[in-house]
């Protein structure tokens, strides 16, 4: 009796052992299509499709930096600049305006103050706070307006309150 059941556990076993093993869909598949076959193709003159291309990479642009020179500092901010304010994320511009600014105080010159101030990675955060700007002033103005009517009001209440008594 002991004999059959351990045959049987021992065919149980052995024909699921193939359960623990990869099938041969495990892992990545690759499909025969490559992506630009699948890709949509762009369609030439859309606005807003495609941003001008500086020719600059994060590292080519970091490399400018560090390599800038007094002398050579206004033309490499010219070179610089495109890429900022077009391509550039908000981190990276960030970054990369702290990275110009220190150069600049270690060679003594100045960044213009106008220096890549259109970029299109800070064009959401301008236009929330213009619009924070826009409100705060309206409310000022509001309250200034009540602040105007409230006297005239207690000047009236004034000369109501003898002609009680």
Request: hydrophobic letters at 40%; a negative charge.
């Amino acid at each position: 009796m002991i004999s059959i059941t351990r045959a049987a556990i021992l065919a149980l076993l052995a024909s699921n052992v193939a359960a623990f093993t990869p099938s041969k869909t495990f892992g990545v598949q690759f499909s025969g299509l490559s992506e630009s076959a699948v890709a949509e193709p762009e369609v030439a003159g859309e606005p807003g499709t495609e941003a001008p291309s500086s020719g600059l990479s994060r590292r080519s642009l970091k490399r400018l930096i560090n390599r800038m020179s007094k002398e050579s500092f206004s033309q490499t901010l010219d070179e610089i600049e495109p890429f900022l304010q077009n391509e550039a994320g908000i981190t990276f511009y960030s970054k990369s305006l702290r990275r110009i600014s220190s150069k600049a105080k270690m060679l003594g010159a100045t960044v213009p103050s106008d220096f890549a101030k259109g970029a299109v990675s800070t064009k959401k955060r301008r236009e929330k706070q213009d619009a924070f700007i826009q409100q705060k002033e309206e409310e000022r103005l509001a309250a200034e307006a009540e602040a105007a009517e409230a006297p005239e009001e207690v000047a009236e209440e004034s000369e109501e309150a003898p002609a009680e008594e």
